[in-house]
T-cell receptor, first 117, second 111 residues
Framework: DAGVIQSPRHEVTEMGQEVTLRCKPI?????LFWYRQTMMRGLELLIYFNNNVPIDDSGMPEDRFSAKMPNASFSTLKIQPSEPRDSAVYFCASSGQGLILSGNTIYFGEGSWLTVV | GNSVTQMEGPVTLSEEAFLTINCTYT??????LFWYVQYPGEGLQLLLKATKADDKGSNKGFEATYRKETTSFHLEKGSVQVSDSAVYFCALGFGNEKLTFGTGTRLTIIP
């Protein structure tokens, strides 16, 4: 398996533009997570889905952020309009059958490095 | 709520030194515990994990033991290499829920 695939790997955009980040989870995994990493706040969970349904979106910073998972093999994280403070690395991750007590592993993509100028 | 507290970084060691990165957690119940590693410019990779008390996770010379009595999961390696330079994250997880991560510890190994 190719692992979790994210695109784009790098994006530079102007303030006010719409940004769409894409993620393809590992085939067969039924949980998908979007994380944001910054120097100031470290790694933050934005939202996670189980069986394509959003379970916890309490980490989504504000209404400018939205995430969808239309099917088991694809998810998007959209920022509209983007602001300079949204500059960060956005990671998508997936796991199989959720995090059961036997310790199922979350697998991370390589991240989308976003710069908003 | 659940939380993970990690040793503040950055940590700088000479090659072949002994490494310990402390991690303690607060949780209701008995989580699974994880160490993830992030190399420069890359995503997080699972380094090791433990699912119950007294379990020892190990990988690439790294070890961590799940200590329920001290709610700890300290990461150790007997002899570090330059290639171990990275950011290390301790994390806990329950059932069908998200992982809770620590803030990360940056490790630099000097030749």
């Amino acid at each position: 398996d190719a692992g979790v695939i994210q695109s784009p790997r790098h994006e530079v955009t102007e303030m006010g533009q719409e940004v769409t980040l894409r993620c393809k989870p590992i085939s067969g995994h039924n949980s998908l997570f979007w994380y944001r990493q910054t120097m100031m706040r470290g790694l933050e969970l934005l939202i996670y889905f189980n069986n394509n349904v959003p379970i916890d979106d309490s980490g989504m910073p504000e209404d400018r952020f939205s995430a969808k998972m239309p099917n088991a093999s694809f998810s998007t994280l959209k920022i509209q309009p983007s602001e300079p403070r949204d500059s960060a690395v956005y990671f998508c991750a997936s796991s199989g059958q959720g995090l059961i007590l036997s310790g199922n592993t979350i697998y991370f993509g390589e991240g989308s490095w976003l710069t908003v100028v | 709520g659940n939380s993970v507290t990690q040793m503040e970084g950055p940590v700088t060691l000479s090659e072949e030194a002994f490494l310990t990165i402390n991690c303690t957690y607060t949780a209701t119940g008995y989580p699974s515990l994880f160490w993830y590693v992030q190399y420069p410019g890359e995503g997080l990779q699972l380094l090791l994990k433990a699912t119950k008390a007294d379990d020892k996770g190990s990988n690439k010379g790294f070890e961590a033991t799940y200590r329920k009595e001290t709610t700890s999961f300290h990461l150790e390696k007997g002899s570090v290499q330059v290639s171990d330079s990275a950011v290390y994250f301790c994390a806990l997880g329950f059932g069908n829920e998200k992982l809770t991560f620590g803030t990360g510890t940056r490790l630099t190994i000097i030749p």
